[in-house]
């Protein structure tokens, strides 16, 4: 059973900076593609980013291209989400998400849940401004 585990959530000031991490365990093989989602209160759930098995393929919502930055350390199992230029429209819950055997190439458009399998409980992010 794959399990995955968010940290580096916290408290920042608009324009600052956080790193998620999400720590992947219960794989059999290195064959996942992995996202990144976040939900406000109130609002529905958002795909943020994905990458793709190799790491060399990312896709980002508009709202956040060009601050943040996907990517992963297969080594270790890790999935890393880098936020700069922070926003206090990016406070939510942060969540990260892995689909087994994973073909770029056959997900939908967009970074969208339904393309996933997998998911960890989450890990806070509040921007003040």
């Known amino acids: 059973q794959v399990q995955l585990v968010e940290s580096g959530g916290g408290s920042v000031q608009a324009g600052g900076s956080l790193r998620l991490s999400c720590a992947a365990s219960?794989?059999?093989?290195?064959?996942?593609?992995m996202g990144w989602f976040r939900q406000a209160p109130g609002k529905e759930r958002e795909g943020v980013a994905r990458?793709?098995?190799?790491?060399?393929?990312?896709a980002y919502a508009d709202s956040v291209k060009g601050r943040f930055t996907i990517s992963k350390d297969s080594a270790k199992s890790t999935l890393y989400l880098q936020m700069n230029s922070l926003k206090p429209e990016d406070t939510a819950w942060y969540y990260c998400?892995?689909?087994?055997?994973?073909?770029?190439?056959?997900?939908?458009?967009?970074?969208?849940?339904?393309?996933?399998?997998?998911w960890g409980q989450g890990t806070q992010v509040t921007v003040s401004s």
């Open positions: 998400a892995a689909r087994q055997n994973c073909d770029w190439y056959r997900l939908r458009q967009g970074i969208d849940g339904a393309d996933f399998d997998y």
């Open positions: 219960g794989y059999t093989s290195n064959n996942y593609c």
């Open positions: 990458i793709s098995i190799s790491g060399v393929g990312t």
